[in-house]
């Protein structure tokens, strides 16, 4: 016959069994529980853009509590634009067992994704991730990835460029051809500016040593330049900024990084905002919520940038109530 004390000391280990299932479940851990919580963020690339997602993500485990040294710890590491570094990173944090990654970009995400199936990914910085193999949808997961979209407002980039450029005919787009984030871009900018009768010719680049005689043969043809949400494009603003000037050819940023490394204008999403989303739905797993059911956020807010040294040079006359909106911001060549 068991005794009532053996009953209660196996009553007591299955109830702290059944807590600390709760509490790992999918790599999870509940807020309050004395093990440091270790986090990965595998960046893409050094640029202004996703520099700032990094630092958005980070002030918002602080904002919710979570202090590197205390109950955090980061790693943080950058592929400078190599994809097989960035797998290696991946395949490091997977061995690390760490408790959560970020991934910031596309590229970075993949990898991540590649490497493990059990481990949460939160992302930004990634455009569409129905398209690139992250996710079943964007409303629900349905895989171990969620996180913040970078999706540009090309419709009223647009229209921004028709009420600043009302004869304008022609846009040029030079791209990376490795990135899904830019095809999905281009596609949604040529369906858009055939409905406003704009020709858009592209330029693919491989690497950025493809970056200047790209825009060699592309500047000639065109009335503007975009440069989309693209790493490698991004990281070669300057040289494309100036080069365009030479032929005075504004350019139309995707982002505010652009238009700091001299584009002259852009209406895009903030990069920083976008981190800091990513770091409060990461706070969201930390705490035990299944990264399963949750979704892929598009920011709503947008902002219109000016580089004012590049608009002096360009001697361009932007209207009135688009100038009252903006933020201007000097910088680039």
Known sequence: MVGKKSILLVSSIL??????????????????????VNIGITQIASHPALDLAREGFIEALNSKGFKEGDNLNLEVQNAEGDIATSQMIAQGF???????????ATPAAQAVFNATKDIPIITTAVTDAVKSGLVKSKDKSGTNVAGTSDAVPIDKQLELVKKIFKDVKTIGVLYNTSEVNSEVQIDNLKELAKGMDIEVITRGINSVNDISQGLDTILDKVDLLYTPADNMVASSMPLIASKALEKKVPVI???????????????????????FEAGLMAVEVIEGKDIKDMAIKNSEDTELVINEDT?????INIPE???????LIKGGK
């Open 253 to 275: 940023g995707a982002e505010e990084a652009h238009v700091k490394g001299g584009a002259l204008i852009t209406e895009g999403v903030n990069y920083k905002k976008l981190g």
């Open 321 to 327: 109530d688009i100038m009252k909106k903006a933020k």
């Open 311 to 315: 608009l002096n040079k360009l001697s």
């Open 15 to 36: 109830v702290s069994m059944s807590l600390f299932s709760a509490c790992t479940k999918g790599g999870n851990k509940a807020l309050g529980n004395d093990k440091k």
């Open 94 to 104: 997977v061995s690390n067992n760490k408790d959560l990654v970020f991934a910031i």
